[in-house]
């Protein structure tokens, strides 16, 4: 087996290629907790964009939203840490800081969503003027703010702590490093997949996703049978804020425990991209997810550990900056190949006026 390995590997050309191809298979388990990690704010805003576009509601505000809870529950969590008790707990290092400021990181992407919906639904505003909207607004405004309080070097409330499994479970063969992918997580990334699979059964088995596709279908054949459509994109486009406001949640209160202006990086757009690719289901815009964080996590185990012979030298001489642009070619690669390939919901983006009665 290994002679015919190193005979693969000594093809010209070609040997790279399957040198490459080993590389990924042998730090697989090494870089999956990163890959998830990386995942959970990308599957967030897709699973946003799933709930919002599914009742006819186009929302390119998520990135702007992710942004605005995630500088929400820092700095809520930097308000309350002088009078509230500190101490993390075993239970994913949890504190009464950290769980208010969650809150409220929540409940403010909420808020920015029920604005997005006013002027979307009941203004019926032009839904991408009204996403830019929020976008501009949400990063003029945070970064104003965080400019002003960084000035006072505030100390953060810190960040929910990660799960650590037991070792016998990560070390089973074949099936120990799935588990250290899934359990080696902090809640909000382990809840990702709950969240991705109960959305799933709810939006194709249960009377609110048989509404909420009609809705965004045909409009007025769903009002005709007694559904109220401005009350479900309503309702829909809110609870859609509070899965953005998880992704914003985990990128200042789970992933780091800071807030850096812009520190959304454009994860709400790739997010939407993950969504079409997905082709507006939960499950598979968590695989389009994936598929883009995989990029990042090889990226960074070329950096901590390197593939040996000629593939290390080739991948080391490539300039650092390619790795930080990889994820976002790797989106207009595979949503450009995608084009008039993947179908919308017929009403996704047109405003619903509701007929006068006569």
Request: proline content about 6%; aromatic content about 8%; glycine content about 12%.
């Amino acid at each position: 087996m290994d002679g015919l390995i190193n005979g693969l590997y000594g093809i010209p050309v070609a040997g790279l290629l399957f040198q490459l191809l080993g590389y990924l298979v042998a730090v697989l388990p090494i870089v999956a907790p990163i890959m998830l990690r990386v995942a959970c704010p990308l599957t967030l805003a897709a699973l946003c964009g799933v709930v919002c576009e599914r009742s006819g509601v186009v929302n390119i505000g998520i990135e702007g939203t992710m942004l605005v809870a995630a500088f929400v529950g820092w700095v809520v969590g930097v308000a309350l840490l002088p009078v509230l008790p500190a101490t993390p707990s075993p239970f994913f290092g949890v504190t009464p800081v950290l769980l208010i400021a969650f809150v409220a990181a929540l409940g403010s992407a909420m808020l920015v969503s029920l604005l997005h919906a006013w002027l979307s639904i009941s203004v019926r505003a032009d839904q991408i003027i009204s996403g830019t909207i929020v976008n501009i607004a949400a990063f003029g405004v945070t970064g104003y703010l965080n400019e002003l309080i960084s000035k006072s070097s505030p100390t953060s409330a810190g960040a929910f702590s990660a799960f650590v499994p037991p070792a016998a479970l990560v070390n089973l063969p074949l099936v120990g490093w799935l588990f250290n992918m899934f359990l080696n997580q902090g809640p909000i990334t382990m809840s990702v997949l709950v969240i991705v699979v109960v959305l799933q059964i709810l939006l194709f088995r249960s009377r609110w996703g048989l509404r909420t596709r009609a809705v965004g279908e045909h409009p007025q054949a769903a009002e005709t049978v007694g559904i109220d459509v401005i009350r479900v994109r309503y309702r829909n486009v809110v609870l859609a804020g509070l899965l953005a406001g998880l992704g914003g949640a985990a990128l200042s209160m789970e992933l780091t425990n800071s807030f850096q202006e812009g520190m959304t990086a454009g994860r709400g757009f790739i997010g939407l991209a993950a969504m079409i690719i997905g082709r507006w289901t939960p499950l598979g815009a968590f695989g389009a997810a994936l598929l883009f964080a995989s990029s990042v996590a090889v990226s960074q185990s070329i950096t901590f550990a390197p593939p040996a012979g000629e593939l290390g030298r080739l991948l080391g001489a490539i300039p650092g900056q390619f790795w930080d642009a990889l994820p976002y070619v790797v989106t207009i690669i595979v949503v450009a190949g995608l084009i008039g390939r993947s179908i919308p919901p017929a009403a996704d983006g047109r405003p619903y006026e509701r007929e006068a009665t006569s």
